[in-house]
């Protein structure tokens, strides 16, 4: 047996590397996947290779993560339980679909990944190795072996030489990418409790954020942003310059109690700047360019979408189903939105389209000649027909 393990070089990671290895004495491949962590991934592959993996693969993958992946959530607007914009969701698809790729061109049978039993990562990643390659065995270490929590997993890469981390020990476990960075566990756990501010890594606390406004102009083509401040600009690198703009200026914390698929209800603190500022401007284009009734049968279909996308589902036929309808109503989701960011606020300041379904003389307030506002009194008058209806019925009945 050969098994592709997808290998972060943390603690967990580092020791199923071993624990593979000696419980099934076979080749382990370590697969790493640069999504704009901020990790150095070739002290990450050193570590790989010095716990005994056979051959270590490591992708930069912030491009295809950012135009394949977060696009396509933008596009929808997609976000779960009214705050979390998905991150740590939309990163496992890709990492698991590459893993796979791996397998396959390795002549691999088997795929591991260190994801928990309680949380989601684990149905996230099993459900894309199953959509796959299904013929893949799945090996999930925390499911099976008999180490309790961090405490027998340092004993154990004591005991290995397996290398442990030397940074500071977090009372919280947190996760990354060029999307957001995720917080939860620890300290967390206790929900009165506020987020201690040392916490955060990608933005400064809105009392901290600078006294002055700052605007910037994003511009979009079918739904996709495509520059900034009239500057093109590839995915990831437009992502990370409105994290650094949006981390100034205190844009992007969520805190939240989310329903995980697994059943239980967990803490999660987000940051999220980017793809906050994103969010907003990409409503506010399609304020302007897209129709009444598209727009409302589709956000009436994004809870579902971002359920999707959180509970595993990405490689399903019912997302691609919505998918296809989601980008079909982008089409003319094209201009330019100016945005306001103040102290952890960020709200539209101007928009044009070419596309633009707004058109002043229909709604202006002044004298035009396009409207008759006679014409309301039928309208009116129509749509109220059941309500009166209804109510000749009650005044019958209580006779």
């Known amino acids: 047996m050969k098994i592709v393990l997808a290998y972060s070089g943390g603690l967990d990671t580092s020791v199923i590397l071993s624990w593979l290895m000696e419980t099934y004495q076979c080749p382990v491949i370590a697969y790493s996947a640069d999504l704009g962590q901020g990790d150095d991934m070739d002290e990450v592959k050193k570590k790989a290779i010095k716990t005994g993996a056979e051959e270590v693969i490591v992708e930069d993958l912030k491009e295809p993560f950012v135009q394949d992946f977060v696009w396509p959530a933008l596009r929808a607007n997609a976000v779960y339980e009214s705050g979390y914009l998905l991150g740590t969701s939309l990163a496992r698809p890709l990492i698991a679909m590459r893993q796979v790729d791996a397998a396959r061109r390795l002549g691999a049978d088997a795929v591991s990944h260190g994801a928990t039993g309680k949380g989601n990562d684990q149905v996230r ?39 442990v981390p030397v940074t500071r020990e977090k009372p919280y476990s947190s996760d990354g990418n060029l999307l957001h960075v995720s917080f939860e566990g620890g300290i967390l756990e206790d929900t009165w409790k506020e987020p201690p501010e040392d916490m955060f890594v990608m933005s400064v606390s809105p009392e901290e954020a600078p006294d002055k406004s700052t605007y910037v102009e994003i511009e979009f083509k079918q739904g996709n942003p495509v520059a900034v401040d009239g500057k093109s600009m590839s995915p990831a690198s437009l992502l990370a310059h409105l994290n650094r703009l949006g981390g100034q200026n205190g844009i992007g914390r969520v805190n939240l109690v989310e329903n995980r698929y697994v059943g239980m209800k967990s803490r999660g603190v987000y940051e999220t700047p980017g793809g906050t500022i994103l969010r907003v401007a990409h409503q506010g284009m399609e304020s302007i360019t897209m129709d009444r009734e598209v727009m409302h049968i589709r956000d009436g279909l994004v809870p579902r979408f971002a359920e999707m996308i ?26 330019l939105v100016r945005l306001k960011l103040y102290k952890g606020n960020c709200t539209t300041a101007g928009i044009k389209s070419e596309y633009s379904l707004y058109h002043s003389d229909f709604a202006t307030f002044e004298k035009d000649d396009v409207y008759d506002q006679k014409d309301a009194e039928g309208f009116i008058r129509l749509n109220a027909l059941r309500l009166k209806i209804a109510h000749l019925l009650k005044k019958k009945q209580a006779k």
């Not at 990643?125 to 796959?132: D, G």
């Not at 072996?145 to 004591?158: I, P, T």
């Not at 589902?313 to 919505?322: D, G, I, T, V």
Request: charge should be neutral; aromatic fraction near 16%; charged fraction near 30%.
């Open 310 to 335: 959180y509970n595993g589902y990405w490689f399903s036929p019912e997302k691609e189903m919505l998918q296809a309808l989601v980008d079909e109503t982008q089409k003319n989701v094209t201009g």
């Open 125 to 163: 990643f099993e459900m894309a190795y199953l959509a796959l390659e299904p013929g893949l065995k799945i090996i999930a270490p925390w499911r099976i072996w008999d180490f309790k929590g961090r405490e027998d997993l340092v004993k154990y890469a004591r005991l290995k030489g397996v290398p």
